[in-house]
């Protein structure tokens, strides 16, 4: 990874061959996803129903599948690129899908600040290089009681944070997601206070599930699902989920996340997926499974993987802890 000023040293001097023409790859993949864009959008209509991923020709290479998947059969990409909460691109189901076609995602850098030895401004391309990707196949639950099965592609968050190197003051991690108001024409609602900004705790951050995610069926992810790096914690309400990441911070300190900023008696810092915590206007007890029209599925504590990350919040209490 590299850890100098961007323009300092080129990957490709530095990674053997193997793994530069898989970043290659990726690259010219996400160079093509960027003007496929709207014909992407247009294409998939055709497939809705079908089950099958459509193919764009945005393929990325080598990825294993993950023994952490569900076995539960993922929702079409229809359903998962059209039925999208992303504000910046506004607050309809579809506005995502219709207004993010043209955002630029292609160069991308993450900074990476506060609590940590390897400070710096990172090219997207360089955080993966040499990274395995894997297809995940994960619960995804909203807040708003719908819920979908999405075969993301991403890496461990963890095998990033360890090469950021956090110092022992480091409790949390912050994540700044992008606010380009020429780009992303719902910042001028005022919907929500800009950028959009969550947290993990570090245990939480260094969970195995805990994903970044760079892709969906096994191509380069939508603009409207996050491209170019979203994170995903199955385990958790959606909204902790932040898309389009620009910004880590390690801290010491509990971060405040946008949603609770906006509304604190209503979302939390944990947002556990919890059928016995209401949200203060509704139930959590049911959810709907998209494309179900009925909210009659019961909702799972920690969302079904209650075995794997419940220990982590032994002895809290979870209704204050919402
Ligand atoms: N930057 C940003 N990230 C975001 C949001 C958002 O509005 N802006 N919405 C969140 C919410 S509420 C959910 S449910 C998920 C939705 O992810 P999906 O559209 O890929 O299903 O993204 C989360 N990440
Ligand atoms: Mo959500």
């Not at 898989?22 to 055709?46: H, I, K, L, Q, W």
């Not at 059209?82 to 579809?94: C, H, I």
Request: charge should be positive.
């Amino acid at each position: 990874m590299l850890i100098k000023p961007p323009s300092d040293i080129r990957s490709s001097e530095i990674t053997d061959k193997s793994l530069y023409l898989n970043r290659r790859a990726f690259m010219r993949a996400a160079a093509v996803a960027a003007g496929a864009a709207a014909t992407a959008c247009v294409s998939t209509d055709a497939l809705a129903g079908s089950g099958q991923p459509a193919a764009h020709g945005r393929k990325l290479e080598n990825v294993k599948s993950s023994p952490l998947s569900t076995s539960e059969l993922p929702n079409t990409w229809e359903q998962i690129t059209t039925y999208n909460n992303y504000y910046e691109f506004g607050t309809d189901k579809d506005s995502p899908s219709r207004y993010a076609r043209g955002f630029k995602t292609t160069p991308w850098t993450v900074a990476v600040e506060g609590e940590c030895n390897k400070k710096a401004v990172y090219h997207l391309e360089d955080i993966l290089k040499g990274q395995t990707l894997e297809d995940r196949i994960y619960r995804h639950r909203c807040v708003e009681r719908w819920s979908m099965v999405i075969p993301w592609v991403g890496f461990p968050l963890s095998s990033f944070i360890n090469k950021c190197e956090p110092t022992s003051k480091a409790k949390f991690v912050e994540f700044t997601t992008l606010a380009d108001d020429r780009q992303m024409p719902g910042l001028a609602s005022g919907v929500l206070p800009w950028p959009y900004v969550e947290g993990l705790r570090m245990d939480e951050a260094m969970h195995p599930l805990t994903i970044l995610v760079v892709g969906l069926y096994g191509e380069v992810l939508p603009n409207q699902d996050g491209a170019p790096l979203r994170v995903h914690i199955p385990w958790k309400y959606g909204f902790k989920s932040g898309k389009s990441i620009v910004k880590i911070r390690f801290v010491e300190k509990q971060p405040v996340n946008t949603w609770q900023r906006a509304a604190a008696d209503e979302y939390g810092f944990y947002a556990n997926v919890n059928p016995t915590v209401d949200h203060p206007r509704w139930s959590q007890a049911k959810e709907r499974r998209l494309p179900s029209l009925f909210t009659n599925t019961p909702t799972q504590i920690f969302n079904g993987y209650g075995d794997q990350v419940a220990s982590m919040y032994a002895g809290m209490d979870l209704r204050k802890n919402f």
